[in-house]
């Protein structure tokens, strides 16, 4: 059949398709509460009886903490393997919440309707995009238009503990030609976008110490080295007059953008005042010669994610104090080496000290960057395959935060992600009132559809 009538068939079933996403939003999968601990059990278990109703061969696998759901279809020749996460946020601050969180509807907005309950973006509605596609294919056609197979998490929002082992553990079987990974969101509002690049990150802590206990500004102010003082002018000197980042060593690793790829930014025409305007800012603050898509997308970065030290309650206290400590974490892009660039921060930090003030690191994560390598002509079908189905051609795009998933998939199996979503800056994910718009969930679902068709 052609690929039109597995079209129609998603325009006719959506809302039954509809159906089926809110029953699984009941479900109070948090993942991070020992209290929900059967709720998450009862999603994995649900989401094996709808792949089993439409002939995967679905199972859940238990793991130390909460099980994954792993299926298998009959379909021959490209094996394309899904990645979603059916475990969701916690919901507080609950009064935040217009509804019950887990008592999900279809809500009329003045954009359009939307499915508004925990979950409903990230990630069980993009997840569902997944199932529903292969649902319509198979009815349509009676099989599968390639070997397609699902791996569902259930820790997802929870640091994903139980998920490195279990791919090393089941690595032959869970091995594809593609991994496709529905986390992510449009550019705007109908811009559709693949993912292929995404930012490492490297945390340190610092902790620098003066003298060997707090003392008064009024006896030891001037005398006395304050290790504020210090630490102050060491996070000061991390960026230069331009943006750069002023750790030796760093930029080794960090590519020039492919012009093809400038030409797709380019062609995306972002605002960047309206981006900044919209949390009350106006000027970009990193490097100056690279436009603000680059610095979010495909430059790297160091950001002091909190500074403090000596007294700070209410009022006033004239202390010097003995200790200052503050939370500094990098992105990295390309090649970046976060384990070279974390000796490197630490000997410059040491080579700032004065003699009287000693430092101690605590180590927060090290993970480099992922770049999906676009060569491999899966993903130019997939790009001409989402410009079909959405207003604007689909874009090859970065992604200024971290999908630990995309890279374990390059780093235990071999296999190259292609990640694709739906969502929209507007969702409310890991936020009251959570939504995902029909149309991002119709659309969805037909777009999978669409690339199914171009990859097979």
């Given at each position: 059949m052609p690929l039109s009538d597995v079209l129609a068939r998603i325009d006719a079933d959506l809302p039954a398709?509809?159906?089926?996403l809110l029953h699984l939003l009941r479900i109070p999968s948090i993942s991070t509460d020992p209290a929900f601990a059967a709720d998450c059990d009862r999603a994995a278990d649900w989401l094996v009886a709808e792949l089993q109703a439409i002939g995967f061969d679905a199972s859940k696998r238990a793991t130390p903490g909460h099980p994954m759901v792993v299926a298998h279809g009959d379909g021959e020749g490209i094996h394309l393997m899904f990645y979603g996460h059916y475990d969701v946020q916690p919901v507080d601050p609950l009064d935040l919440w217009d509804r019950d969180p887990f008592d999900p509807q279809i809500e009329d907005t003045a954009r359009g309707k939307v499915i508004r309950g925990r979950g409903s973006s990230d990630d069980k509605g993009q997840l569902m995009t997944f199932v529903e596609a292969c649902r319509a294919w198979k009815a349509v056609n009676g099989s599968l238009p390639a070997k397609i197979?699902?791996?569902?998490?259930g820790e997802e929002e929870s640091g994903s503990p139980s998920l490195v082992p279990f791919m090393q553990e089941n690595a032959e079987e869970l091995k594809s030609d593609v991994a496709l990974i529905c986390d992510t969101g449009l550019f705007g509002d109908s811009?559709?976008?693949?993912?292929?690049m995404l930012r490492g990150l490297l945390g340190e802590e610092l902790t620098i110490t003066?003298?060997?206990?707090?003392?008064?500004?009024?006896m030891y102010g001037g005398a006395a080295m304050n290790p504020i003082r210090v630490l102050s002018k060491i996070i000061a000197a991390l960026h230069d007059d331009t943006g750069r980042i002023t750790v030796p060593g760093f930029y080794d690793g960090v590519p020039e953008l492919p012009p093809e790829i400038a030409a797709q930014w380019q062609a995306l025409d972002f605002d960047h005042s309206a981006f900044l305007g919209e949390v009350g800012l106006a000027k970009p603050a990193g490097?100056?010669?690279r436009s603000a898509l680059e610095m979010i997308w495909s430059r790297p970065t160091c950001e002091v994610n909190g500074i403090w030290g000596g007294?700070?309650?209410e009022g006033f206290k004239t202390v010097l104090p003995s200790q200052a400590h503050a939370k500094i974490s990098f992105r990295l892009v390309g090649t970046q080496d976060p384990h070279k660039?974390?000796?490197?921060?630490?000997?410059y930090v040491q080579s700032m000290l004065p003699p009287d003030c000693t430092v101690d690191f605590k180590a927060h994560g090290a993970s480099p960057a992922s770049q999906m390598e676009i060569g491999d002509p899966a993903f130019e079908k997939a790009r001409a395959a989402l410009s079909d189905e959405w207003p604007n051609p689909a874009a090859y795009v970065g992604c200024g935060g971290s999908i630990p998933i995309a890279g374990y998939f390059k780093t235990y199996l071999g296999t190259d992600a292609m990640l694709i979503g739906f969502g929209k800056d507007d969702d409310q994910i890991h936020s009251p009132n959570e939504k995902y718009d029909v149309e991002s969930f119709h659309k969805g679902i037909r777009s999978w559809a669409r690339i199914l068709d171009a990859l097979s």
């Open positions: 398709a509809t159906d089926r197979s699902f791996f569902f998490e811009t559709p976008a693949i993912v292929t003066g003298p060997a206990k707090d003392l008064h500004s009024g490097e100056q010669d007294y700070t309650g660039i974390r000796e490197s921060f630490r000997a």
